[in-house]
């Protein structure tokens, strides 16, 4: 639900906040908090292998591209908080 929350937020920045660095700023602290929950939270299920009705070598792929994807995301947004002064 936070994820969703975060692209409807993302998407109305776009057209009502465009100027605004403190909406970006505030987008993206919450997407860090997000990105860094749902890596634990896949990571636990990876370990916990509560993958269900897919098999072990199709279940290890899925799980790199889901950390992959949670990993390159948390740094979009570490870029969002970090970059905004150039």
Known sequence: MGLLGLVVVMFLQIFFF????????????????????????????LKNGAIPNINKDSA?????????LDFVNLFLFMLRIFGSSR
Not at 26 to 35: D, Q, R
Not at 60 to 68: D, F, H, I, S
């Open 18 to 45: 465009a100027d605004s660095s403190m909406a970006s700023l505030l987008i993206g602290i919450l997407g860090v908090v997000i990105f860094t929950g749902l890596t634990a939270w896949d990571v636990q299920r």
């Open 60 to 68: 290890t792929v899925l799980g790199a591209l889901t950390l992959y």
